[in-house]
């Protein structure tokens, strides 16, 4: 019989989402009359745009001759669509980036998870808290985190608090740290950061050694002026940052599975015996062996998001969550709960009222108005008597759920 990798056996008990599912469904089945409203899990509910959808079809027809046919792509992604993302997502805003640097993947929840197998062991781990658990129980699997205490939490890993009082961002530490996982927009509270934040930290990084994992899943929501949409529009992040990508919540790829991860050239670790190491060459060595590439039809998709018809369907697409966002943050502040979030970023971030903990919030929302959100306690020990809402569903459900939320709970 094989040993197993006993990491797993030191992660909680269920990932966050299907530990919410598995609670919905029971609840859906002693309640079978309920008509429930999820806005829980980030997952987008409109269709794809009409420029991504022609142009998988058109994809699709080309598998369909031997001439235009396409079996193995590069395992990097497709070079017509790097060097699109180069120009549009980085160049254009005054980042430099190459098309070369970019790799094209079936998401960023798998990139940054998979980021892992380049980094050694005996790396500090620096987390925030609340934090997207994916990038907690990756480490946890690799070993990087060691066993749970009994607030859940791995002695392993440096905690960053984002709370309240520092407007959900966290001070930079004073110890040094070797990893540091960054999510802005921020997943879940939905807070934003300034160049000048920003730059704090690639300072940090760059006088320690350290890398930023930088997750950018949410730019597209960015609405004001001088928020950052890219780490790279800091100096020095090329020596210091690797940034994550993707198309699931601009372009509604959550089903459909296309992002991308940005290794700069200059990037490096270091080998055993102190030497620096090229980070491209090994995420490049490891995308090679362990992914064939993203499919050929789903880049196709991909690439018609920076057409011009697919950039207008793109900006309605994130305006329409964001409306969503903007009348669920108004609804609940109007009856007196405290949120932030939901103007730059699709989630609402609610305190809970009367001091209940988030999982009993979740509990009077889905008993007693059949809404699903999501515990803030499911994100870190900060998000305590917090919770979150997704601005992802029909405009019609949101307005029916703010309905619903407003008629049980007030302040
Ligand atoms: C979330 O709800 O936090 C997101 O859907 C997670 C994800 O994108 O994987």
């Not at 699709?60 to 017509?80: C, K, V």
């Not at 998401?107 to 998870?113: L, M, N």
């Not at 480490?139 to 440096?158: D, F, I």
């Not at 934003?192 to 730019?219: C, H, M, P």
């Amino acid at each position: 019989m094989p040993t197993i990798n006993s990491n797993y056996l030191n992660l909680k008990a269920g990932y966050l989402f299907p530990e919410i599912g598995r609670r919905v469904n029971a609840f859906a089945e002693a309640n079978p009359e309920a008509a429930i409203i999820k806005l829980g899990i980030g997952d987008v509910t409109e269709p794809l745009p009409e420029a991504c959808r022609v142009a998988m079809l058109k994809a699709i027809d080309d598998q369909g001759s031997r001439e235009s046919f396409h079996g193995y792509g590069p395992e990097q992604g497709y070079a017509w669509l790097r060097e699109l993302i180069a120009e549009h997502d980085y160049k254009s805003h005054g980042c430099n980036v190459d098309a070369d640097e970019i790799f094209v993947s079936d998401g960023s929840k798998c990139d940054t998870g998979n980021i892992l197998d380049i980094f050694g062991s005996g790396n500090t781990i620096a987390v925030t808290d609340p934090v997207y658990p994916v990038y907690v129980d990756t480490n946890v699997m690799c070993g990087n985190a060691g066993p749970a205490n009994e607030s859940g939490e791995y002695g392993g890993l440096v905690y960053l608090r984002a709370t309240e009082s520092n407007n959900f961002t966290p001070a930079i530490p004073e110890q040094k740290v070797d990893l540091i996982y960054l999510c802005y927009p921020n997943n879940p509270t939905g807070a934003v950061v300034s160049k000048a934040y920003l730059r704090q930290w690639v300072d940090y990084a760059n006088t320690n050694g350290s890398v930023i994992l930088f997750d950018a899943a949410y730019e597209a929501f960015i609405t004001e002026q001088d928020i950052p949409h890219s780490i790279y529009e800091i100096p020095g992040a090329r020596t210091c940052a690797i940034e994550f990508r993707s198309f699931s919540k601009n372009a509604g790829f959550t089903g459909t599975r296309c992002g991308f991860t940005v290794v700069p050239k200059e990037l490096m670790g270091k080998d055993a015996s102190g030497g620096d190491a090229a980070l491209h060459s090994l995420w490049n060595r490891r995308q090679s062996t362990k992914f064939n590439g993203a499919s050929y039809i789903i880049q196709r998709g991909a690439a018609a998001v920076y057409t011009e018809a697919g950039q207008e369907q793109v900006k309605a697409l994130v305006s329409f969550y964001l409306e969503n966002a903007k009348l669920i943050r108004g609804g609940l502040a109007e009856r007196g709960l405290s949120c932030s979030g939901g103007v730059n970023a699709p989630y609402v971030w609610i305190k809970t009222p009367d001091g209940l903990s988030s999982w009993d919030f979740f509990d009077k929302l889905l008993n007693e108005a059949h809404v699903v959100g999501t515990p803030g306690s499911g994100f870190g020990q900060s998000g305590e008597g917090y919770f979150r809402l997704s601005a992802f569903n029909s405009r019609e459900k949101v307005i029916e759920a703010i309905e619903r939320i407003t008629a049980k709970v007030a302040v």
